[in-house]
């Protein structure tokens, strides 16, 4: 069980990261789009702060869950160059709980906001804003059940490696 549901996390974990590659690649475009019709066409375009506001609270909250996955977040690896074993192991526990408690939060608050604003809209883009609150609790769900995983599991969820050392020459 416990192989299983480690790839499907580590799958999860390649969708959002992904997810969140797009969506600053869209942020780009929209800046890039903005620069050159406020400066060059002198008419700017209405909608994309809000675009690029909405999508990076996205970006934030995807590439956040994938680094508690990943254990990649800072006060995870501060912990790198102390040397007991059971102190590492108290110090990573302590965090893992702690970022559950905040995911746990952030399901609880996050939820309730989105759903207030469900028949609410932005007002350039007219995206509905329920879109923009629901990175809050999904980030949530995502952080809360990665971090449970790393409690239950510590070893079957290592930092993913990526090829990136096949981009070099």
Known sequence: MEGGVTSVLRWVVKVTEG???????????????????????????????????????????LAGSALVFRQEHMALNVFDTIKSKAVVWLLKTFVLVSIFGFAVLLIIYGWPLAIRNIKQFSPSSQVPLVWAYLAVPVGGVLMAVYAVWLLIFPKSAPVIEDDVESFHP
């Open 19 to 61: 997810a969140a590659a797009v969506l600053i690649g869209f942020i780009v475009c929209c800046n890039a789009a903005q620069i050159f019709c406020r400066y060059v066409l002198l008419d700017p375009i209405s909608w994309t702060d809000e675009a690029m506001r909405y999508a990076m609270v996205w970006v934030a909250f």
